[in-house]
């Protein structure tokens, strides 16, 4: 079934584009014009879909397919201005660099770091399923795992990834039957249940239509029933480039960047998010809805939205974008209001330049694509943490820049507002000045620690390493707010040699111990096969709270 609303798709895509930009101070909170949401109904797959076989495409067509969807998303990019007029900014200062470590072990010490898992996915070595653009996305509940990646592999542990089983993925409905890639998964703690999406496509070149299927299983590896996210309608002309699933207490949301639902001069893009009731679609019935979005043209270019992490008890939803180099936009959408609100910040500047990180056999850059520096936002992750013991917290925002005057490496310019206020905190940018940072995913414990996965590698001039996957912890053992040091976690010898990366890390709090984090991550060993994929699902925390991880480590879930 495909989402109805009281006013139709067309309305949602000529109606919803234009937020309020009254001229008053940037302290304060704007909030969005009216009518500035939606409201609609959206109905479970009939259960004959979900036993639709994929479509048969050859491996190279399906190959082929993809890459032309990633050159329309460049394209997208290309109209977007990197440099727009901007204030002057705060003073950009270097900040503490940060160090990549070996992986510690158990030991006496409280505050250091442990992995407790780095299991490598097997599954993303498929032959026929999978891509070196691995981008994996995993979600946990103690010794069971749920994971997805490119292209189309879904796979699921019960030994907390020692070994994986394959789970077949269905075909698309008629009008987008090829299953493509943007897997993302998240586990709404309260009730168990994982979510996961992805995205397809149609078999034009470039990909002229498609849909986001958000599959609810509870408990994995079997879907209880899928939803079928189809911006286009009946006109089958969008594309929902970029899915990203997020929860709150009460909500799932849906984020994309919807092309062709624009005009040629705005980039031909709409920034869209889609509230679900998660108690309706956890049940597989009828779920309520409310879609708000943003035109490119009424913000001087495409904005790409991601959901917070962190939120899955907070009853507020929060995402970020640029305005331009010294202008932070913060979203905050309560689960008690019809409509988001934002507040805007003057932070110090960032450079949308193309960083050299070039690495690895071959010396090829993996931060070389306008996506992965542009100020569009394909890069941001944001993670809400709410205080210990109900302090007021914060909320941090990453987003990978080039080179700057006081930076000399491609690194991730960071900010943290208070949670409460949304004043600016601190910028604790992710930089080192030997070699690149980039693509960070984030989120938050219940303790109000940040946890973060992230790539680095390459360097200016070229001559660096491959990239490679390490992940980290900001807590009290950190001086003020950042990551000091990261972990190693996917190590690799290669970069692919068309420029690609990709950029579906996914990071959580462990379950059910929520001290830990459970993330993804990867990288490309012994060469640039698919057999040299290092896709690795990764679990670790402080050996503080080791003994939590440990009580839950080796459990089995309960069947409901």
């Known amino acids: 079934m495909k989402v109805r609303t009281v006013s139709g798709v067309t309305l949602i895509a000529t109606a919803l584009g234009v937020l309020c930009l009254v001229t008053i101070g ?247 998010i889609v509230r679900f009731n998660i108690d309706q679609m956890s049940d597989c019935v009828g779920v309520a809805t409310t879609t708000f979005q943003q035109t490119a043209a009424a913000f001087g270019g495409q904005r790409v939205w991601v959901p917070a992490e962190g939120t899955n008890n907070i009853e507020a939803a929060y995402w970020g974008e640029l305005v331009n180099a010294t202008t932070f936009r913060v979203f905050k959408w309560s689960e008690s209001a019809a409509a988001p609100t934002f507040v805007e910040r003057v932070i110090s500047a960032s450079s949308f330049t193309n960083p050299d990180c070039r690495g690895g056999v071959g010396n090829f850059d993996y931060i070389e694509r306008s996506t992965s520096f542009s100020i569009a936002g394909f890069r941001m992750r944001g993670a809400a943490a709410p205080g210990a013991l109900g302090g007021p917290g914060f909320i941090a925002f990453y987003w990978n820049v080039g080179p700057d005057q006081v930076h000399t490496q491609g690194h991730v310019h960071a900010a943290a507002f208070a949670l409460s206020t949304f004043a600016l905190l601190a910028q604790p940018h992710i930089f080192n000045s030997n070699f690149c940072f980039g693509y960070p995913a984030v989120t938050s414990n219940k303790r109000g620690d940040l946890g973060l996965t992230i790539a680095f590698g390459g360097k200016a001039g070229g001559g660096g390493s491959a990239a490679q996957g390490a992940v980290a912890i900001d807590d009290e053992f950190n001086p003020g707010i950042g990551f000091t040091s990261l972990s190693l976690v996917a190590s690799g010898t290669h970069n692919r040699n068309d420029n690609r990366y990709g950029d579906y890390f996914t990071i959580h709090a462990y379950e059910p111990c929520e001290k830990w984090f459970s993330a993804t991550s990867y990288a490309l060993s012994g060469g640039t096969g698919i057999a040299n994929v290092n896709s690795r699902y990764v679990e670790f925390g402080r050996n503080q709270s080791k003994a939590c991880y440990d009580a839950h480590s080796k459990q089995r879930p309960e069947a409901p």
């Not at 990909?207 to 089958?236: E, K």
């Open 26 to 272: 940037s302290a304060q909170q704007r909030s969005v014009a009216q009518p500035a949401t939606v409201q609609g109904m959206i109905e479970p797959d009939a259960p004959s879909e979900a036993d639709t076989l994929a479509a048969q495409v050859s491996p190279a067509r399906h190959a082929a397919l993809v890459e032309s969807y990633l050159q329309e998303r460049e394209r997208q990019a290309a109209w977007v201005d990197n440099n727009p007029a901007h204030p002057q900014g705060l003073p950009l200062t270097p900040g503490r660099q940060t160090d990549v470590i070996s992986a510690e072990t158990e030991v006496v010490n409280p505050q250091l770091l442990v992995i407790g898992r780095n299991s490598k996915n097997t599954n993303a070595n498929n032959a026929a399923l999978a891509s070196t653009l691995a981008e994996p996305a995993a979600a946990n509940n103690a010794l069971h795992v749920f994971a997805a990646g490119n292209f189309n592999h879904a796979e699921f542990s019960v030994d907390g990834g020692t070994t994986w089983a394959n789970v077949p993925l269905p075909g698309g409905p008629a009008d987008a039957p090829i299953l493509c890639c943007d897997n993302d998964a998240q586990i709404d703690d309260a009730r168990r249940v994982t979510f996961h999406s992805a995205l397809y496509i149609n078999n034009a070149n470039p990909p002229t239509n498609g849909v986001v299927r958000i599959f609810v299983r509870r408990p994995p590896p079997a879907a209880a029933c899928s939803y079928t996210i189809d911006p286009g309608g009946v006109a089958n002309n969008i594309v929902p480039d970029y899915p990203h699933i997020g929860v709150t207490k009460r909500f799932l949301y849906l984020t994309m960047n919807l092309i062709g639902a624009g005009t040629a001069a705005s980039g031909g893009s709409i920034a869209r």
